[in-house]
T-cell receptor, first 115, second 112 residues
Framework: DGGITQSPKYLFRKEGQNVTLSCEQNLNHDAMYWYRQDPGQGLRLIYYSQIVNDFQKGDIAEGYSVSREKKESFPLTVTSAQKNPTAFYLC??????????????FGEGSRLTVL | DAKTTQPTSMDCAEGRAANLPCNHSTISGNEYVYWYRQIHSQGPQYIIHGLKNNETNEMASLIITEDRKSSTLILPHATLRDTAVYYCIVRSLKAAGNKLTFGGGTRVLVKP
């Protein structure tokens, strides 16, 4: 099946712990994105990557880190420096090239709760 | 990217057309209008996009005013499964980082 797989779907962590959220895609898309969504709110961009070994900060990058060692994978680490990490995290991908319509494809999300 | 304004919520009767408005009065000439929807606790799903001509696909129709300052998403025959938050976004394909900025959207409730 082609698509985007985020794991885990639900995650609980204690304050002060780092946690890594996985995002894997087999769509052969170059660009990948991480968004955060708080209850009743829209999506806010954390980090994005347009190509392997390159990534940029989005609007709310503080307290987060990413890596892009493979085209298929864009893991997000929520560090202990993130003051309010409880949220719904969404990974997205986009095709780049002559047929780029600007459409984003989203995973099903990971819900992180800090206890 | 230009900012959009949408009603917070709206109800629609099952089987009837749902017309979702969006204002984007500061849209620039190279910015497209995109619509996504998000069913509760799922990732957003792309619906349709357009530049200045009206567009239609299997999910919906997009009507953009001639001055491009507003648009309407039309779900021709709403079903209960269309209950979701609908986001209207404007952006340029060449925008740095290809960022999409999602506002609060319109919460649509389709009632039997």
């Amino acid at each position: 099946d082609g698509g985007i797989t985020q794991s885990p779907k639900y995650l609980f962590r204690k304050e002060g712990q780092n946690v890594t959220l996985s995002c894997e895609q087999n769509l052969n898309h170059d660009a990948m994105y991480w968004y955060r969504q708080d209850p009743g709110q829209g999506l806010r961009l954390i980090y994005y990557s347009q190509i392997v070994n390159d990534f940029q900060k989005g609007d709310i990058a503080e307290g987060y880190s990413v890596s892009r060692e493979k085209k298929e994978s864009f893991p997000l680490t929520v560090t202990s420096a993130q003051k309010n990490p409880t949220a719904f995290y969404l990974c997205a991908t986009k095709f780049r090239g002559w047929a780029d319509t600007g459409e984003l494809f989203f995973g099903e999300g990971s819900r992180l709760t800090v206890l | 990217d230009a900012k959009t304004t949408q009603p917070t919520s709206m109800d629609c009767a099952e089987g009837r057309a749902a017309n979702l408005p969006c204002n984007h009065s500061t849209i620039s000439g190279n910015e497209y209008v995109y619509w996504y929807r998000q069913i509760h606790s799922q990732g957003p799903q792309y619906i349709i996009h357009g530049l200045k001509n009206n567009e239609t696909n299997e999910m919906a129709s997009l009507i953009i005013t001639e001055d491009r300052k507003s648009s309407t998403l039309i779900l021709p025959h709403a079903t209960l499964r269309d209950t979701a938050v609908y986001y209207c976004i404007v952006r340029s394909l060449k925008a740095a980082g290809n960022k999409l900025t999602f506002g609060g959207g319109t919460r649509v409730l389709v009632k039997p």
